[in-house]
């Protein structure tokens, strides 16, 4: 477990933040694949000698080909408390992006209605004036460019499905790998080059502020960014 005890960005009595990589489920569906949350289990089986079922509660999620820090609860209290942090919006979340193409401002909002396809699993923006459409607010900024890509900091307001991803798609730009959303190739992990880089909240149980930076994956372009920035 010593290779996936490095990936633990933050744990306490109540809490537990990992490292999420590209490809991971961190909770099961139809494709019957390992979970973040088994191994997550086995880590705590493992290093507490634990018995029987290991509670582990899941706040939020990512995206299966996204990457970053991903928030995991070890007890109810944490896991009731996380739950109404992240629908309240009280969870700043700061991702990194690598892009394509830049918006035509440095920095800025983007405020769009999206509605959620279940067919394709995937979001799109509608006009403003649209029943279906949920409020979708992020706000960005551009950090560092090489040749031929760009890294955004994304910051979001609200917490809708495939966000991020679908309104820079609706401004044609797109997220390096991101085939459902318009970027021509894949990844070679089959990942996208979007990355959890941030949250910071004020902890469930403890009451105190607790901030988490996850490192961005092993992969040479988002070892360069991050380079540029540090």
């Known amino acids: 477990m010593r290779s996936f005890s490095e ?49 582990l509660g899941i706040p939020h999620r990512l995206d299966r080909p996204t990457s970053g820090a991903v928030v995991l609860a070890k007890t109810e209290k944490a896991l009731i408390r996380m739950n109404t942090l992240f629908r309240e919006d009280k969870v700043d979340k700061t991702y990194w992006a690598i892009v394509d193409r830049i918006p035509p401002e440095i920095e800025g909002r ?13 979001s799109r923006v509608v006009p403003a004036d649209s029943k279906k459409g949920k409020r979708a607010v992020l706000s960005y900024r551009h950090r560092a460019s090489s040749r031929n890509f760009h890294l955004l900091e994304i910051t979001l307001e609200t917490g809708r499905h495939h966000q991020i991803r679908a309104q820079l798609a609706a401004r044609n730009i797109h997220i390096r ?31 105190e502020r607790i901030t988490i930076v996850a490192p961005v994956p092993d992969d040479p372009l988002w070892k360069v960014f991050e380079g540029m920035i540090e």
């Open 7 to 55: 990936r633990i960005l933050h744990e306490d009595n109540h809490l537990l933040i990992v490292n999420k990589r590209c490809g991971e489920l961190v909770q099961g569906d139809e494709t019957g694949d390992p979970t973040l949350g088994d191994l997550v289990k086995e880590y705590l089986r493992v290093t507490y000698d634990k018995q029987g079922n290991i509670y």
């Open 110 to 122: 983007m405020v769009d209605n999206l509605v959620k396809d279940g067919r394709t699993n995937k």
């Open 177 to 207: 790998g991101d085939l459902k959303y318009g970027y021509p190739r894949s990844n070679r992990d089959g990942g996208i080059s979007l990355h959890a880089r941030t949250l910071s909240f004020i902890h469930p149980v403890r009451q």
